[in-house]
T-cell receptor, first 116, second 117 residues
């Protein structure tokens, strides 16, 4: 089955430390992968995407993600976390539906908490 | 450029009632997606509309329905509301390029918070 998984419900990190939010996927064909961030009572904001090209993708607010085809992963990273990075992070993949169309499918989300 | 706008922002309804949520996509975007974000369940795909037609539907009962208008705005209707319908309903839009291709990115609105009591 085509899907995306975020194995951690919550990630805790100290301010200034590097952070990683994990995402794995299972799709047929080439994956189109996305990361979004959601602040409380808000919609999702686009961070970055991987379509093709370099495996390391740079996005908004200093975030980057590494595409690893052999491990079917697309982990979100940031070298130095800020308290303001605390939010809910969603990984998404474009999935081919039974009707032949592509639907963005989201993971369950990972709550990132950055401690001062 | 205006983003995706959703209305109302908050709504309280009684079980059994009906509700209509509205979404205006980014200008030029022809595809509108609806998602339900219930507590602890992540984003669940509800419906996808493109060029006025329903293109795909998630695993939700028929009392969840909608439509897309000629200006590409969309409505989500929920009939016979149940307590578990309480959630944040998010709308996203994208530019569909070619047949079966759902665009590079999806721009989300801020959502409608529906509470069913």
């Amino acid at each position: 089955a085509q899907s995306v998984a975020q194995p951690e419900d919550q990630v805790n990190v100290a301010e200034g430390n590097p952070l990683t939010v994990k995402c794995t996927y299972s799709v047929s064909g080439n994956p189109y992968l996305f990361w979004y961030v959601q602040y409380p009572n808000r919609g999702l904001q686009f961070l970055l995407k991987y379509i093709t090209g370099d495996n390391l993708v740079k996005g908004s607010y200093g975030f980057e993600a590494e595409f690893n085809k052999s491990q079917t992963s697309f982990h979100l990273k940031k070298p130095s976390a800020l308290v303001s990075d605390s939010a809910l992070y969603f990984c998404a993949v474009r999935v081919l539906s039974s009707g032949g169309s592509y639907i963005p499918t989201f993971g369950r989300g990972t709550s990132l908490i950055v401690h001062p | 450029e205006a983003g995706v706008t959703q209305s109302p922002t908050h709504l309280i309804k009684t079980r059994g009632q009906q509700v209509t949520l509205r979404c205006s996509p980014i200008s030029g975007h022809t595809s509108v997606y609806w998602y339900q974000q219930a507590l602890g369940l992540g984003l669940q795909f509800l419906l996808w509309y493109d060029e006025g037609e329903e293109r795909n539907r998630g695993n939700f009962p028929p009392r969840f329905s909608g439509r897309q208008f000629p200006n590409y705005s969309s409505e989500l209707n929920v009939n016979a509301l149940e307590l578990e319908d309480s959630a944040l309903y998010l709308c996203a839009s994208s530019l569909v390029v070619g047949t079966g291709y759902a665009g590079y990115g999806y721009t989300f609105g801020s959502g409608t918070r529906l509470t069913v009591v």
